[in-house]
């Protein structure tokens, strides 16, 4: 990975150190030329780079045939090549060649490389996927549930993407046949371009909703740009530019104060009966518990009603997202609800902050206990490893199946460790538990306990609790626990 990242920032970097080389040293046919091979150049490193070795191999065979066959024939003949060479990309009919070289390669070649630009505040920004995720599950939902839905979407995007290819060869080649008569605007149509990719990623991974919000935004800039190349009179080309300059700000920042307002919580909502605790455990967090960057704990206490908080919870979430830390649960109980919060290690002073905004939230004084616990000790005690957490969490899975339309049985997948080869054997006796020789050690031993059931709460809490009760009384240690059909 580190070979092909140093590869690409290489290339890239010899191709930004000739671009304005040649824009100073060249006549305009040369520049244009350049340009031109500037832009071929980084989609072929983003292809190298996002896509691996023998997909980069299989592109460079389509886009040589098609400029091959552009360069033989004369112009009238361009653009059904360029229609043409739109098929070969998008039908891919080297497919299975790219296979048999992914075969061939090493895996560092052919996997692609996923860059993280966030650093240590990953898990909040993973815990954001997973937010933004969940906030798109109805129109994720569809494409289970209605066929219609996922043909169209699938077709949409498949349009999209054509559009773009098309639009990307089409633009080098009219460039290139018009290098006598050449105008810098025609350039533009890269801009369309690098849209028209953009529209397909969002109509494939959120929908038409946000496909046509990016629309809308996108329209703007060449709005702008044929009003000022218009016949207008300047007062009038300048005026309409401005507003609608001014217009495209303004819609921008409301979405972008949207985007941020998209906030959304999956709860595992149970009554924990030793704690007298109603409980509303964050379910997107729970496959980020364990990271090593969000270690400073806070908890909150705010004497209000339960239904007084959540009335105000859509704003604390906004102020979580905008201000990024995870709200990882809250507890109602004795006329008092609690607030638990992850923060970033070094950001203290959010959690000060925090308090304050609750404080001016609620008119009263929050009482914050804050600490340091990389283990997360004190959520597996409080939540994580309690029963009803525990048969929450899989009646919540098993539930999503069910919106999703799956009727089938379910198995219930739990993971747990032993510190002695005796215990898990004495364990086996009740359940089938199958070891785990990857995620063991000297040290203990960790299994796998998978336990079929129809997909009904109350046999669901029953299988988990009988698994929970062998495990205590074979010495067994919960770890996680997940749900499959």
Known sequence: MKKRILIALILSL????????????????????????????????GVYVFGGVPKMIVYLIYGAITSLFLFVFEEPYHLPIVFIGTLL?????????????????????????????????????????????????PQARKLYTKKTYLHLRQFTTIMLLSAGIFLYIHGISFIANSLDDFSWYRFFIFYAVIIVFILAFYTIKKGFTSTFRTLVISLFPPMIYLILVSTFPDAIKYSFAGSVLVLGIVISIVELTKYYQRVAYDSYHYYDVDQQLEVFANALFEPLVYNESFTKCGHFQIKVKLETFQKHFHDILVYANFFRFIITAYAFGKECVHVYADFHEKNEKRAEKFKVYLEAKF???????????????????????????????????????????????????????????????????????????????????????????????????????????????????????????
Do not use: C
């Open 89 to 137: 990309f998008v039908l891919h009919p080297l497919s299975a060649f790219e296979d048999y070289l992914s075969q061939k390669m090493l895996p560092e070649d052919v996997l692609p490389i996923r860059i993280s630009i966030h650093g240590s505040y990953w898990p909040f920004y993973a815990y954001f996927k997973e937010m933004k995720n969940f906030y798109h599950l």
């Open 363 to 485: 008119k009263m004084a929050v009482p914050m206990d804050l600490i340091d616990d990389p283990n997360k000790s004190q959520y597996e005690k409080k939540f994580f490893h309690r029963p009803n957490y525990i048969i929450a969490r899989a009646q919540n899975l098993a539930n999503l199946l069910k919106e999703l339309e799956i009727r089938t049985k379910i198995i219930i997948s739990i993971i747990a460790y032993f510190e002695l080869e005796e215990e898990l054997e004495d364990f086996q006796s009740d359940f089938p538990a199958v070891r785990l020789d990857d995620l063991s050690d000297e040290a203990y031993i960790t299994a796998r306990i998978d336990v079929p059931s129809v997909n009904v709460d109350y046999m669901i809490e029953s299988k988990i609790r009988e698994v929970l009760l062998s495990l205590m009384v074979h010495h067994g240690q919960f770890v996680r626990i997940s749900v499959y059909y």
């Open 14 to 45: 010899l191709t930004i150190l000739f671009l304005p080389t040649a824009l100073v040293l060249m006549d305009l046919r040369g520049q244009v030329i350049s340009i031109l091979a500037s832009i071929v150049v980084f989609v072929i490193i």
